[in-house]
């Protein structure tokens, strides 16, 4: 049954007259026409799909319009502020962070997410925090560094300097 | 043809409607400059068919100089990740002496591409790269004579940079490439005889370039198969058996037909659900039932081996040399080993998609392919129309491996969308992929080895089932050898395989690889010598000399006889023309079996590295992606039914696998390059293996090494 969702997205409000079970990834993509956001398993394996929900990375394959009635949600199309890339698009771009390219927006989300939580991450402490994102043309090493560079540049990384 | 701005593809809209002669062809595309180029040989069967593509076949890419003095580049090869958007482009760039950003490449779109038989293989740098810049050199050739009636000044007082012409003696008298093509139709089929630039010449070439295509990439623009929408576009979901030997008894759609909004499409085999919502359609889907008949099957992950031995083609030799026989005579150890492969699927983070849109008798197809000219090939087959009515237009690849070599779904994308006259999308499930996936092979080798009293190998006697006959040359000096190889890997006939296989990132490679360097290591063990030293023993190809001390090097090898309790392994290969050393240091777990790899040393001889950067990039990537097959990926099935469905379990490499990663590229400027997208996977399963023998001193004879399968090898003894 079709209702009223209203959520703001890419920091502007929209309103959708849908089936609030539709699932988000499918949303996003079809009926919003932002196909940025990637699906890659279709069941939380992968993170391809990754957004942030109230500055949380959630996984779009896995929720519905249900779950975001109200709330915030970012996606790759909303990182950059103003024509301006956000420090972790410029921070893969310039560590060649990507190969194919496919699983960048569901690093890049689930990235973001990890340093509101933590603007100081150790090096571990980014792998444990990307586990769960997939690349299969292996560019994890670059992924790191370019989480390590976006870090330095948005002010944590107190832990080097000390 | 309009420009279609929604799509954000590069949709250069002057040349369609190609004839078929050169001439004809360039007073379609406009002014400029044009240099033709082939590369390879164009086979004998793409010029003479009827249905020939509509470009002219006598070669199969070109540059053109445009009147605005931006350079453009028309291949057929597409961009899978691999960076040859780039790597090209650096090419040209510095053949012609123009800044990077004006080269502009448009790739695998076959109505403005000369025919291209696919991108695989490592063979674009490798066979596309010396045409492509004698093509450039000539250009720039052209540019200088151009110049030097319109300065009045000889060829040889003239020197170019960046997009200009100057006088040497007075840089004021000079004129920009765009006005020498300004008003121009000049056309040449590169000879190759203008001489390239010399390392020491190249200002773009041998340089780290961040990639081209990633802005698009990290903005979420970059559009890959399934983010084409076209207005009124539907999405398939199919009706699929639930295993490849399973035949289809009964159906019930009078559920799913009932559905507002769902349109049911029956073809012959083909039973499809559309709705303008990928999510609908999936529902749809589940609402069909249907019956199958399976026939019972023996074949699974384990037995599969025995079957393929027993349903093995004849023998082709690869190579020989020598006598085995006389080298049996003269050892005074023998070794015989048989060496184990599973299935591994391709598994890309995008799976297979593609959009057609039949309109008429005209058709467009943005595929997710690594071979787009196939494409067009196919559909017009499957359509029953001509090729030249069918444009495939390549987006961005998500990954390819070789798995993008097979187009089934363009081909339903393209019967549905005849059937309704509408665009559809095809886009598989992750479960789709790991069922119509195109296989690594499993495979078996068999080796039979010796050591004659000096410690040295005196024959060696090599028989590859099923996993291809790539690699399976060993490079050692061995008096007496042979190199048989029963079965492709590619395909295999009815009853060999339960579902379809196929090439794999360095196909063959990679188990031809793992049980070589796995013999060599246990004879290096017999004799006593560490097993770096034992190679280079046996090597008199200085290339992989050169490569293993480069490797040695920077790992600081010291020697020891395996098994050390280091955890260090060594191998080495060729691929694709590039010689590869690797050194690993790992970790076992004894309790739970498990390996964890700190640390991958790899040192590779490609030739010239056309974007270093790049290349290194690629041997990181084959590294990762090489810890999977060699620790994780086998897949599991019972005869045509496939066990693994998702990343749950089938296991991919991750993060906290990541192993420090350090590599080394031989600098061989002034050789030609060779492929840099494979060979560097090659040796990961072989140096692994060796690796974990130094530490817990068991051999490892199955590829994936897991847990399980470490353990059991312990117990073993
Ligand atoms: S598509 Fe959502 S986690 Fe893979
Ligand atoms: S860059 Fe290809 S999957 Fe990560």
């Not at chain 2, 020491?200 to 961040?210: A, C, E, S, V, Y």
């Not at chain 2, 200085?542 to 490569?547: L, Q």
């Not at chain 2, 400027?669 to 040796?683: D, F, S």
């Amino acid at each position: 049954m079709k209702e009223l969702i209203t959520f703001n997205l890419n920091r502007k409000p929209v309103e959708l007259n849908l089936d609030r079970d539709r699932i988000l990834l499918w949303v996003l993509r079809t009926d919003l026409g932002l196909t940025g956001t990637k699906y890659g398993c279709g069941e939380s394996y992968c993170g391809a799909c990754t957004v942030l929900v109230d500055d949380e990375a959630l996984r779009s394959c896995q929720i519905t319009l249900n779950d975001i009635q109200n709330r915030s949600v970012v996606t790759i199309e909303g990182l950059a502020n103003n024509g301006e890339l956000h420090p972790l698009q410029k921070a893969f771009m310039e560590n060649d962070a990507l190969q194919c390219g496919y699983c960048t927006p569901g690093m890049i989300m689930n990235a973001y997410a990890l340093l509101k939580k933590n603007p100081d991450p150790t090096e571990k402490q980014i792998m444990e925090g990307m586990e769960e994102n997939l690349c299969r043309c292996g560019a994890y090493k670059r992924i790191v560094e370019a989480i390590q560079a976006a870090a330095r540049v948005m002010g944590g990384f107190e832990h080097e300097k000390k | 043809m309009k420009k279609n701005n929604d799509l954000d593809l590069d949709f250069t809209d002057r040349l369609m409607d190609f004839q078929v002669s050169r001439r004809e062809f360039i007073k379609i595309a406009g002014g400029g400059i044009f240099i033709f180029m082939t590369i390879g040989d164009i086979p004998i069967w793409a010029q003479q068919r009827r249905d020939r593509p509509s470009l002219p076949t006598d070669f199969n890419a070109f540059l053109q100089i445009n009147e605005d003095g931006r350079v453009a580049c028309f291949t057929g090869k597409i961009e899978m990740g691999q960076g040859i958007v780039t790597s090209l482009a650096q090419m040209l760039a510095d053949e012609l002496d123009v800044a990077l950003d004006s080269v502009d490449m448009v790739m695998g779109d076959t109505d403005l591409c000369p025919w291209d038989m696919g991108t695989f293989g490592s063979m674009s740098t490798r066979f596309f790269g010396p045409p492509l810049r004698a093509a450039g050199a000539e250009g720039r050739q052209i540019l200088v004579e151009l110049a030097a009636e319109h300065l009045n000044r000889p060829v040889d007082q003239l020197l170019t940079e960046n997009g200009m012409v100057y006088d040497r003696s007075d840089r004021e008298k000079k004129v920009t490439y765009a006005q020498l093509a300004r008003g121009k139709k000049i056309s040449r089929h590169a000879s190759g005889k203008v001489p390239l630039k010399t390392p020491d010449q190249f200002k773009i070439m041998g340089d780290p370039i961040l990639r081209r295509d990633a802005l698009e990439k990290v903005t979420g623009r970059a559009k890959y198969a399934a983010d084409i929408q076209l207005p009124g576009m539907l999405y398939a979901r199919i009706l699929r058996p639930p295993s490849h030997d399973a035949k289809r008894i009964a159906v019930d759609l009078s559920e799913v037909q009932q559905i507002e909004g769902i349109q049911v499409i029956e073809d012959k085999d083909l039973i499809a659900v559309l709705h303008h919502s990928p999510d609908f359609a999936e529902k749809a889907l589940s609402k069909i039932k249907a019956s199958y008949d399976t026939p019972k099957s023996d074949l699974n992950e384990v037995t599969i081996f025995d079957h393929l031995l027993k349903v093995a083609p004849e023998g082709e030799l690869v190579a020989e040399n020598g006598d085995i026989q006389k080298g049996k005579k003269e050892a005074s150890m023998v070794f015989e080993q048989i060496y184990l492969d599973g299935y591994k699927a391709h598994a890309p983070i995008e799976p297979h998609g593609a959009v057609v849109n039949v309109e008429g008798d005209k058709v467009t197809i943005w595929p997710s392919s690594q071979t787009p000219f196939r494409v067009k090939d196919e559909v017009a087959e499957a359509l029953g129309i001509s090729s030249n009515n069918v444009r495939v237009i390549s987006p961005f690849l998500g990954g390819g491996f070789g798995g993008k070599t097979r187009n089934l779904q363009v081909i339903e994308a393209a019967r549905l969308s005849k059937l309704t006259g509408k665009p559809i999308q095809v886009a598989w499930t992750r479960q789709e992929e790991f069922f119509y996936d195109s296989f690594r092979p499993a495979a078996i080798v068999k080796i039979n080895s010796g050591l004659d009293k000096n410690g040295q190998t005196c024959f060696w006697d090599y028989h590859v089932f099923y996993a291809g006959e790539r690699g399976s040359q060993h490079f050692y000096s061995i008096p007496n050898s042979s190199t048989v190889y029963y079965g492709s890997g590619w395909g295999g006939g009815p009853g060999t395989h339960p579902f379809a296989t196929g090439a794999w990132r360095a196909p063959a490679n990679n188990t031809n690889t793992f049980a070589r360097e796995s013999q060599i290591d246990i004879m290096a063990a017999a004799a006593g010598v560490d097993p770096v030293e034992f190679r280079r023993q046996n090597l008199t190809d200085k290339k992989m000399r050169s490569v293993l001390e480069a490797a040695a090097d920077k790992f600081n090898w010291k020697p020891a006889t395996a098994p050390s309790k280091r955890g260090y392994g060594v191998a080495c290969g060729i691929d694709a023309g590039t010689s590869v050393a690797m050194m690993v240091e790992v970790d076992v777990d004894r309790e739970t079996g498990k390996v964890m790899v700190k640390r991958v040393v790899c040192a590779q001889d490609m030739g010239l590295a056309i974007n270093p950067q790049g290349a290194t990039i690629q041997m990181e990537g084959c590294i990762t992606m090489g810890l999977g097959y060699a620790l994780a990926e086998d897949l599991r099935f019972s005869g045509g039914q496939i066990h693994d469905h998702n990343f749950d379990t089938y296991e991919i490499p991750r993060f906290s696998w990541l192993p420090k990663i350090e590599t080394v590229i031989i600098d061989a400027k002034n050789e030609t390059p060779q492929g840099g997208g494979e060979p560097a996977i090659i040796t990961v399963g072989g140096a692994i293996a060796n690796a974990i023998y130094d530490a817990i001193g068991v051999r490892m004879f199955q590829l994936p090494m897991t847990p399980a399968r470490i353990k059991d090898s312990m117990a073993k003894g």
